[in-house]
């Protein structure tokens, strides 16, 4: 799995971070791949019916199952120091503050924040870029321009 593939899975479980405790988010993690599980069989069941064929053993591609161990890690690690992470973003967006943002821009600043502070596989570039991109996937039209602009006030610093 690529690290795209794997860096929009943790936003997505990153996403519920501010709706369970910290210590619920392994088992949120855990639903999170079960989930994922539960609809790729649920298509796989569905195409066999359209083709009229019986199911058989369904194997979990590893577009599923792969960088389950990473994805955990990381998303337990961004969880570990997200206090640290909001308070240099409230710290940072001048005429903003973090309940004033959406939760897609706040999840997304929270993942490439900590991908600029702590991730040394990952270059500031590389961190702002994908997060600009989730936030054109997943965010509202001028997500893009305001994740990019809260970011770069971070690659100067």
Not at 1 to 17: N, P
Not at 44 to 65: C, D, Q, S
Not at 106 to 131: G, Q
Request: proline fraction near 2%; glycine fraction near 6%.
């Amino acid at each position: 799995m690529g690290k795209r593939a794997i860096r929009e899975r943790i936003f997505l479980i990153l996403f519920r971070v501010d709706y369970y405790r910290p210590e619920e988010m392994p088992d949120q993690i855990t639903h999170f791949f079960e989930g994922e599980e539960e609809s790729y069989i649920e298509e796989e069941r569905l195409k066999a019916e359209e083709e009229e064929r019986e199911l058989g053993e369904i194997v979990l591609p590893a577009r599923i199952t792969g960088g389950r161990d990473r994805i955990r890690e990381k998303t337990m690690q961004i969880v570990e120091h997200l206090q640290e992470l909001d308070k240099a973003l409230d710290e940072r967006m001048e005429g903003w503050n973090l309940k004033r943002i959406g939760k897609v821009e706040l999840t997304i600043l929270r993942l490439a924040l900590f991908e600029m502070r702590y991730d040394d596989e990952v270059s500031d570039a590389v961190a702002i870029n994908e997060a600009v991109e989730l936030a054109k996937k997943y965010g509202q039209d001028k997500s893009g321009e305001f994740v990019n602009g809260v970011l770069a006030k971070f690659a100067k610093a």
